[in-house]
């Protein structure tokens, strides 16, 4: 177990709700990443925070936006769903500024379906 | 613009057989290697990291190797168990410090 948590662990919105993912983080690692994970894939970098701050993005659209909490939770919020939008969503922690150089630690996943 | 290609996406042996699982890159300018294990519904597992510097690191029955220059990484699984049975992926960390992915190799180990 990486202590990292994630719900709800299955979800089904229809296209054009939005939906709020949360995830809890390893208590005193400061940075949460969001990746999205289509099946049959390796997952994508949605974007980074560090100490509440946004400090990283990867090439998803403004309608994905997330939120990081003093007490180590985060949200990732998704408007105007699309049916693209299908895939697991990961969250993962890690200690420093710069997740990718160290280890990170993964949540089991959010599986989101979209109709 | 960085692709990870994991060959081969499935593969299935029998208990106790040594293999080899490929990755490679398409540009050398990476700041480390990473190979991931990832099991259903339990998310993904970091098996082994490599920086840029390095040519190899190993973990109990597992080897990984990189050989930065050719854009390839192998990782090596010795003496293979059925729990070793999941996807493993592996993942480098570019040079805007975010991590590319392969789409995985599926591995299945006959008892």
């Known amino acids: 177990e990486t202590g990292v948590t994630q719900s709800p662990t299955h979800l089904i919105k229809t296209r054009g709700q939005q939906v709020t993912l949360r995830c809890s983080s390893q208590?005193?690692?400061?940075?949460v990443s969001w990746y999205q994970q289509a099946l049959g894939q390796g997952p994508q970098f949605i974007f980074q925070?560090?100490?509440?701050?946004?400090?990283g993005r990867g090439n998803f659209p403004p309608r994905f936006s997330g939120l990081q909490f003093p007490n180590y939770s985060s949200e990732l919020n998704v408007n105007a769903l699309e049916l693209d939008d299908s895939a697991l969503y990961l969250c993962?922690?890690?200690?420093?500024?710069?997740?990718?150089?160290?280890?990170?630690?993964f949540g089991p996943g959010t599986r989101l379906l979209v109709l | 613009k960085q692709e990870v290609t994991q060959i081969p996406a499935a593969l299935s042996v029998p208990e106790g057989e040594n293999l080899v699982l490929n990755c490679s890159f398409t540009?050398?300018?990476?700041?480390?290697l990473q190979w991931f294990r990832q099991d259903p519904g339990k998310g993904l597992t970091s098996l082994l990291l490599?920086?840029?510097s390095q040519r190899e690191q190993t973990s109990g029955r597992l080897n990984a190797s990189l050989d930065k220059s050719s854009g390839r990484s192998t990782l090596y699984i010795a003496a293979s168990q059925p729990g070793d049975s999941a996807t493993y992926l592996c993942a480098v960390t570019d040079s805007n410090y975010q991590l590319i992915w392969g789409a995985g190799t599926k591995l299945i180990i006959k008892p």
């Open positions: 540009d050398s300018a990476i700041y480390n």
């Open positions: 925070y560090y100490r509440e701050e946004e400090n």
């Open positions: 208590s005193g690692h400061n940075t």
């Open positions: 490599i920086q840029s």
């Open positions: 993962a922690s890690s200690l420093g500024p710069t997740s990718a150089e160290e280890t990170q630690y």
